[in-house]
């Protein structure tokens, strides 16, 4: 699973990359966090999360602050958390994660990408059998990690797996629902996470040739630059 994850967040991060808009769907998380839990990170796991990962992307300490601002402010758009599922070319499964405070522009938009790229948005919890939820946590390559003890340690915390890739880093999975736990238990042993989140892996992930990725790649691109999409994930191998 962690090579597949690795190719599936490289694929991600890429096209991110490329976003102009990275940054503003960061502070959007941070926002809707500090407004949900408060804006004391030491008090609100949510709120560090989304702050440690604007900080995995470089994202400036002065953006992330007035994000946890702004969710004091008196005209703060209150934002709803929508997901949508569709089937894409070729086939391709997709699991959409939104944040907006207009959800008929929002599934509009997303039924858009779809149609034109000759797919369709399906009924929700139609692709849900196709997903498996499951917290994330990176921790940068490091020395001194055992990693069959840390495990050991995390058995209760909810751990499933551990793995290491080819540059050192490990990655710590487990079901969604263990997310907090898992969180609380690294934080407990002083071991700081690069990266962490909820990922929806694919239970049967399928090929496709480069020219297929590439009609996909295009309809992606048109989501992931939506103001209101915050995640996508696919069932791309």
Request: hydrophobic content about 40%.
């Amino acid at each position: 699973m962690g090579r597949a994850f690795e190719y599936r967040r490289a694929a991600k991060e890429k096209r991110w990359d490329k976003m102009s808009k990275l940054f503003p769907k960061l502070a959007k998380a941070i926002t809707m966090a500090a407004k949900e839990g408060g804006q004391d990170p030491a008090m609100n796991a949510t709120l560090r999360t989304a702050i440690q990962n604007a900080k995995s992307q470089n994202m400036p300490k002065d953006n992330i602050e007035n994000a946890i601002k702004r969710a004091t402010a008196k005209d703060l758009e209150n934002y709803q958390e929508i997901f949508y599922e569709g089937k894409g070319p070729h086939g391709v499964l997709v699991f959409i994660e939104c944040a907006t405070d207009h959800p008929t522009r929002t599934v509009a938009n997303v039924k858009s990408y779809f149609n034109k790229a000759g797919g369709a948005v399906v009924p929700n919890g139609s692709l849900e059998f196709m997903f498996n939820r499951k917290a994330v946590f990176q921790i940068d390559a490091t020395e001194g990690i055992d990693m069959e003890e840390l495990e050991f340690d995390l058995i209760d915390a909810g751990i499933e797996s551990i793995e290491k890739d080819e540059e050192g880093s490990i990655f710590i999975y487990g079901d969604y629902t263990s997310f907090g736990t898992l969180q609380a238990a690294l934080e407990e042993r002083n071991i700081e996470v690069a990266k962490s989140s909820l990922e929806r892996i694919p239970t049967s992930p399928v090929e496709f040739t480069e020219e297929q990725l590439a009609d996909i790649e295009k309809m992606l691109d048109k989501i992931e630059d939506d103001d209101d999409i915050q995640q996508v994930f696919t069932n791309i191998a």
